[in-house]
């Protein structure tokens, strides 16, 4: 499956708090109206954390008293799946496809085929081997995963993304709306899963558990090289792979004007959540 050459644009990232960030996607999906050409960028989390939940998540499932007493703001995604913990050292990633591009397959399981096949081949320049979780294997898991590792959104696995000796690395999310496809990927440099464990509404004496269960089906950049690449690097090799692979072209572009006011009309969107406690 080919691209035809088409040049993908490579956004730079907003540098913003988590709100700003996610605003980002959303806008990256109206810009295919008026550009029509792919979009890629790079991201980290900032300094602040951040406990972001799936669109459907309910607030019952998080601790909001300790959220305020750890200083870490909540907010909501457009994506589904459960919480996701932005820290430092967090990297990600997020491609916009037209609905007719060739890497945009209708099926939604089978459409992240392409992109688990360029992260591994990406990953594997830095000498980490990844095992791609096919699909059937990916739904049996989902029916057995217990209700209590399913509260982070790094202890389900889902199709295509990346395993290595059976504990995800690489993370994949997707929002389907009538402009485009929006993919985000994310992969921790380090797994943050004690932290994550204070801030969900798991009872005290189930926390150990939910950490030890977490630690089993979940690694990290630095456990799995001896030297991590960082952001920079793994774009490199990303744009590499993809050239290589599909004939891709990766040119720096600024954010259309159009894409600019889509980003500062949806950011009311994503603000922090009020808390309680």
């Known amino acids: 499956m080919g691209s035809n050459g088409v040049t993908w644009r490579l956004l730079p990232p907003v540098h913003g708090d988590p709100a700003s960030e996610l605003a980002a996607g959303t806008a990256m999906l109206a810009g295919l109206v ?15 954390p951040a406990l972001v939940i799936g669109s459907g998540q309910k607030l019952s499932e998080v601790d909001q008293l300790a959220l305020r007493q750890q200083g870490v703001t909540l907010h909501r995604r457009a994506s589904g799946g459960t919480a996701v913990l932005f820290v430092p050292g967090f990297l990600m ?12 397959h209708p099926d939604v399981s089978e459409s992240y085929r392409w992109l688990g096949e360029v992260w591994q081949a990406t990953l594997m320049q830095f000498g980490i081997q990844t095992r791609l979780i096919d699909i059937a294997t990916a739904r049996t ?23 290595v000796a059976d504990r995800k690395l690489v993370g994949f999310a997707q929002i389907r709306r009538r402009e485009g496809l929006l993919f985000q990927v994310g992969i921790y440099t380090c797994w943050p899963g004690q ?3 204070t801030l969900l509404a798991i009872p005290s004496a189930e926390r150990h558990l939910f950490s030890e269960r977490l630690s089993r089906r979940v690694t990290d950049l630095t456990t799995v090289c001896s030297s991590p690449p960082d952001l920079h690097r793994l774009a490199t090799a990303f744009a590499t792979v993809l050239q290589q692979r599909y004939d891709v072209h990766i040119a720096a572009s600024d954010w259309t004007t159009e894409e600019l006011k889509v980003m500062t009309a949806v950011q009311s969107r994503f603000l922090p959540l009020p808390l309680e406690g």
């Open 34 to 48: 008026t550009t029509h050409q792919p979009a890629l960028r790079w991201y980290t989390a900032g300094p602040q």
């Open 195 to 197: 932290q994550l464990a």
């Open 93 to 104: 990633q997020d491609i916009a496809l037209p609905l007719d591009h060739p890497l945009a």
């Open 141 to 163: 898991d989902r029916q057995m995963l217990d209700t209590l590792t399913a509260r982070a959104c790094f202890g389900g696995r889902s199709p295509y993304e990346l395993l």
